[in-house]
């Protein structure tokens, strides 16, 4: 494709990878249309809206390692350097930073905390390692965290804002044309089939359906769960994870004296409402390291699917004409830049995509 021209480009949803792909290539002067069955461009918590929204936003690299492979770690360190990019484009930025993550275990856990350290020990070469820190520094960096036995600082990873993020990413692209209330049926090369049969004609098209790129691809959604807690002058600064035999738990601060504690992992693609045992364990997990926790607010309790390939790995499709993104699953945050700057490097896009970051 002749980077020199400016081409139509259709996108099947407003999602993370949407919202990210629509922003940068309407920056590099194509004509972009976006299609999506969401009302409008705003979240609305009712586990029906993109999982982007219901994201933590941690990025997590090393972390990942835990569940997911090198691969994933390796596109996750180049995000980051990309997110920093696109941050520093936006006119509202969200809160974003790479001050590192802490890893938690109560004295009982150390044994599983060994096993999952373990895995993080596979991180790709000249990549930052997990290092042991004592109570006394842990009480230095997060004062608000009292009761862990055990604790080790991921350097350099870090966490954006996703609600604050996917409404400047949108906000701060006013060339594209947003169709909302317009699920795209199908995804053809060069055509968006919409809902009414109707075809719409564009030189490229991207299907970053998430889980609604069914029955085109094999993805399913896996369910995650959520606790947003006012808790006004908590202090946090970093994401926080707790190891623990039965729970991956974590809390993210959040502007706005919110703390995000997170996130069940279930197979099932049931969007209803949060379950008792996902709260309450989630909120007990989160007050044995955070005592002061006791006295927050349950602001919001909120549930999403994660669109998840057979081998939970992501994937680019790539045939003339038309695009396919798809497998974030739990680290879309982490990885979306580098595959949305790989995806855009498939179709001869790039270079424009790279000026436009590195202008
Ligand atoms: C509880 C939870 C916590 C998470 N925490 C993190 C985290 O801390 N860090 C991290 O990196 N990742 C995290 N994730 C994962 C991340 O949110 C996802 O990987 C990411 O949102 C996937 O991006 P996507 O654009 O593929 O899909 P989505 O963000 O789901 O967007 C898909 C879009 O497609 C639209 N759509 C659906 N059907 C159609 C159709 N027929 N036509 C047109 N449009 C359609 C949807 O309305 C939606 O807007 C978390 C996810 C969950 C659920």
Not at 162 to 182: F, M
Request: include cysteine.
């Amino acid at each position: 494709m002749n980077r020199d021209k400016s081409i139509r480009i259709g996108v099947a949803g407003a999602g993370l990878l949407g919202r990210l792909l629509a922003w940068q290539l309407a920056r590099a002067g194509h004509g972009v249309e976006v299609f999506d069955p969401a009302l409008d461009e705003k979240p609305s918590f009712d586990g029906r809206q993109a999982a982007g929204f219901t994201a933590a936003g941690m990025l997590s690299p090393l972390a990942e390692l835990d569940t997911s492979s090198p691969e994933v770690a390796t596109l996750g360190w180049r995000s980051i350097a990309l997110w920093r990019d696109v941050v520093s484009r936006l006119q509202s930025p969200p809160r974003f930073s790479t001050d590192g993550s802490l890893l938690l275990a109560h004295r009982s856990d150390l044994g599983s905390a060994q096993r999952v350290l373990a895995r993080l020990a596979g991180a790709p070469a000249d990549t930052p390692r997990a290092e042991p820190i004592t109570l006394a520094r842990l009480a230095e960096l997060e004062p608000a965290l009292q009761g862990a036995a055990h604790a080790w600082l991921l350097p350099q990873e870090g966490q954006i804002d996703p609600v604050a993020a996917l409404l400047a990413l949108h906000a701060e692209a006013p060339a594209v044309r947003w169709h909302w209330n317009q699920p795209v049926r199908g995804v053809e090369p060069g055509a968006l089939v919409l809902d009414d049969g109707s075809r719409q004609r564009f030189d490229l098209v991207f299907d970053v359906r998430g889980t609604g790129s069914r029955p085109d691809l094999p993805v399913r959604g896996v369910r995650g769960e959520t606790v947003w807690l006012h808790a006004p002058g908590h202090g946090l600064a970093r994401p926080v994870r707790l190891l623990h035999p039965r729970h991956r738990v974590y809390l993210v601060p959040r502007p706005g004296d919110v703390v995000l504690v997170g996130a069940s992992e279930i197979e099932s693609e049931d969007r209803s409402p949060v379950s008792l045992r996902s709260a309450v364990e989630l909120m007990a997990a989160a007050h044995s390291v955070m005592p002061a926790l006791a006295e927050a607010r349950i602001q919001r309790l909120d549930v999403n699917l994660r669109p998840a390939l057979p081998d939970n790995e992501p994937h680019i499709e790539s045939v003339a004409g038309r695009v396919r993104i798809n497998g974030l699953f739990r680290h879309g945050w982490l990885i979306a830049p580098a595959l949305v700057e790989d995806a855009l490097r498939e179709c001869g896009l790039a270079p424009q995509a790279r000026e436009l970051i590195h202008e």
